[in-house]
């Protein structure tokens, strides 16, 4: 969608998860996992591509929410700290598509330590001087936000689109109030200061383009030769 | 005998909590800690003081044991010379996180950690111990400060997870915690986290990235609270005790993933039974880890440190 002629180079399709906890629960994982990889026609929630938005190269990473609610286990860890390891060799900028639940339950502790770990590797990034933006869709919450989707040099969101840490059930059981009207949007967060702009989807692509520019991601220098 | 009276006194003490909870009309996380106190009454009516089959559901409940040390507990047994600092100076003073210089050994560091109450009073001023943003960013920023004058940093975590409220979101819980996940990385002195309670997702992780993570024999750590789990995939709290199975979040599990380095001992019975013997075995481990990783160049320690999270992956790859 946002390539040049919808033209791209899938990176890292073939990684599945091997189900790490063997976790079962009413269902088992792997079952889930097929289910969703059937439904889907992806062996996990992140989508990786490398490709040119408006002539100029980058790296695209998207998530899925139809698979297992665009959750973030080991899989989708490793093959955004991959595609963070290329941009920074190739000298690439990054832009990373959010529609997720958060980390994946059913990877436990190994979910949360993604976050870290993808964190770690941003940090990386801002080495070697090449954008990020994270472009968070609708819903984007949890571990995802706690890490990557709020790390952007540029955070931008879909109009309309839910945005948060804890879940919107989770906070009105806990504090036995209706949540206001609007709250965890992402008009709510533009006003509260997470956000750099909202950003409706035909003038993603364009606004991508120019700021990217903007942020020098295409300079060549003597590195990138 | 002894140990009876001291179960039953407990009890009674849980109790008076619970009535004092439920006086408290206007707090919004009461109704959850009633549930949660109810819990620990009923844990210990049914483990005894000393629980000989450590599964994981009781190990849940000895890393909540309402008697185990807290942070400042170790704090003070640890080190010598606390001195608390304050504030992120953007927003106030999270009382749910403390942090401030100490000596241990000797030698000048920086500690930050969750911080639980232990009556109702302290609960509500700790916030059950759970971190709104500004406790992040205070932590953040004096591990950035120990960090320029070369203080090595032991933090301590002990969390049910980060706080759920709407000031908490207004204020950015998510871009707190992701802002210490990429920034702790580059901190330029050795970091030894703690896990020595409860390791409640995000929240905990948001200090407990570092160099050699150590963690408690009976503390617990986990992506999802065993009954949000339960309650997520059976739609009841019932299956608390197979969610705490399947998450794998014990020490033993933790340290087969490599997502900790060492297991610290507890005494028999856990923490709570023998805190000096507890606090023992934890200044060992700390003293241990930071002489392995003092000698290291400032390169090594950033290389180690990356790998060890880089390298927390479980895939299969084809074609």
């Known amino acids: ?225 | 005998m002894t140990k009876l009276t001291g179960q039953a006194a407990i009890v009674q003490d849980l109790e008076r909590q619970i009535s004092e909870l439920e006086r408290q009309t206007g707090s919004s996380v009461a109704q959850e800690e009633i549930k949660r106190l109810q819990e620990q009454i009923e844990s210990l009516r049914q483990t005894g003081p000393s629980p000989q089959n450590k599964d994981a559901w009781t190990r849940v409940l000895l890393a909540r044991h309402p008697q185990r040390p807290y942070t400042l507990d170790y704090i003070q047994m640890l080190f010598t010379d606390f001195t608390e600092l304050h504030g992120d100076r953007r927003f106030g003073d999270d009382q749910a996180m403390v942090a401030g210089f100490a000596r241990f050994e000797g030698r000048a560091v920086m500690v930050a950690g969750h911080q639980k109450g232990r009556d109702t009073k302290q609960k509500l001023a700790r916030n059950f111990g759970m971190t709104n943003p500004e406790g992040y960013r205070k932590a953040l920023r004096l591990m950035s400060l120990a960090s320029k004058f070369g203080l090595p940093i032991i933090t301590f975590v002990d969390t049910p997870g980060a706080y759920p409220g709407i000031g908490a979101e207004e204020r950015g819980q998510a871009e707190a915690i992701a802002y210490n996940l990429k920034e702790i990385p580059k901190l330029q002195v050795p970091i030894i986290p703690v896990i020595h309670g409860e390791g409640g997702s995000g929240g905990a992780l948001a200090i407990a990235v570092g160099d050699h993570v150590l963690m408690l024999e009976n503390a617990v750590y986990s992506v999802i609270a065993p009954e949000s789990c339960s309650s997520i995939l059976w739609r009841d709290w019932e299956h608390k005790q197979e969610a705490s199975r399947i998450l794998k979040l014990t020490a033993d599990d933790l340290y087969g993933f490599r997502i900790i380095d060492e297991i610290v001992p507890e005494p028999p019975g856990g923490a709570h039974a023998d805190p000096e013997a507890a606090a023992g075995f934890l200044r060992a481990a700390i003293k241990k880890g930071l002489s392995d990783l003092l000698p290291l160049s400032l390169e090594e320690l950033h290389r180690r440190r990356f790998d060890r999270l880089r390298s927390l992956a479980t895939f299969v790859s084809e074609g």
């Open chain 1, 1 to 225: 969608m946002l390539f040049d002629d919808g033209k791209y180079v899938e990176l890292d399709a073939g990684l599945s998860s091997p189900n790490p906890l063997e976790f079962v629960d009413r269902k088992p994982y792997s079952l889930r996992l097929k289910e969703a990889a059937r439904i889907t026609g992806m062996k996990d929630a992140v989508r990786v591509g490398e490709g040119n938005i408006s002539g100029k190269p980058l790296i695209v990473c998207a998530m899925e929410f139809q698979f297992i609610g665009g959750s973030m286990g080991a899989v989708v860890g490793e093959k955004i700290a991959r595609a963070i390891d290329r941009c920074i060799q190739k000298q690439l900028p990054l832009v990373i598509v959010s529609c997720s639940g958060g980390a994946r339950m059913m990877e436990g502790t190994i979910s949360l330590m993604q976050l870290a770990k993808i964190s770690a590797s941003l940090a990386r990034l801002d080495e070697v001087k090449k954008p990020y933006i994270s472009v968070l869709t609708n819903p984007t919450t949890g571990g995802t936000t706690a890490s990557f989707a709020m790390l952007g040099d540029l955070n931008i969101a879909e109009p309309g689109a839910l945005i948060g840490f804890a879940g919107p059930r989770v906070i009105e059981q806990t504090i036995h109030q209706k949540l206001p009207e609007g709250f965890q949007t992402s008009e709510f967060l533009l006003e509260h200061g997470m956000l750099d702009a909202i950003v409706p989807r035909p003038e993603l692509k364009a606004y991508l383009a120019k700021s990217l520019d903007f942020m020098g991601a295409w300079n060549s220098d003597e590195t990138s030769k």
